[in-house]
């Protein structure tokens, strides 16, 4: 059995953050500091895994913020300004026979992982997002006694795409730490 989530991460500096949906920028934190304590995961790991996703950069804040409505498709991110927007951007794609899609803060993908959500809806919502993914990466963790192999195939099961992904977390997880 194969399970890996597909993406290349949009790089940070190539996106800017939509101009409404201000209040939802802290929406992915939430979603992954409650569910590393709720299934008592390292800390900040998650949030770690999700800025590589989905994470660029606030200017006003100055800092790196993960988007809970980035959808990553045909070699590319989109940060929709809304969990409407991101619904419709999927439908879309799907529409155009685009199958490879990953979604939400910890940008799961929706081909492999045909049956981890209901709908699109909770597909697209912080806390089931984060949820599963963290499941996923439990289970990696336990299949590997390894967070290093974990993380790696988290993104992808072969060593070109995993371990530069995994080095851009574990680093990503050092800053979050301190």
């Known amino acids: 059995l194969t399970i890996l989530i597909c993406l290349t ?11 409404s949906g201000a209040e939802f920028l802290g929406a992915c934190r939430a979603a992954t500091e409650n569910t590393e304590k709720n299934l008592r995961l390292q800390k900040r790991l998650l949030n770690a895994i999700s800025l590589a996703e989905t994470g660029r950069w606030h200017k006003k804040r100055r800092e790196i913020i993960a988007w809970p409505w980035t959808v990553y498709a045909e070699g ?26 990953d979604v939400g803060c910890m940008q799961v993908n929706l ?7 209901e709908d699109l809806d909770a597909a697209l919502d912080p806390e089931t997002n984060t949820l599963y993914a963290a499941k996923l990466l439990k289970s990696l963790r336990e299949e590997s006694r390894s ?6 195939h988290y993104h992808s099961r ?3 795409h995993n371990i530069p992904y995994r080095q851009k977390v574990l680093k990503i997880w050092q800053k979050e730490r301190r």
């Open 76 to 101: 590319r991110g989109r940060y929709l300004p809304s969990k409407k927007a991101a619904i419709e951007e999927v439908k879309a794609l799907k529409a155009k026979g685009v199958r490879n899609i």
């Open 9 to 19: 991460a949009t790089p940070v500096s190539a996106a800017l953050f939509p101009a």
């Open 147 to 152: 967070w290093n192999i974990a993380i790696a």
């Open 111 to 117: 081909h492999y992982h045909p049956d981890a959500f």
């Open 158 to 160: 072969t060593q070109k």
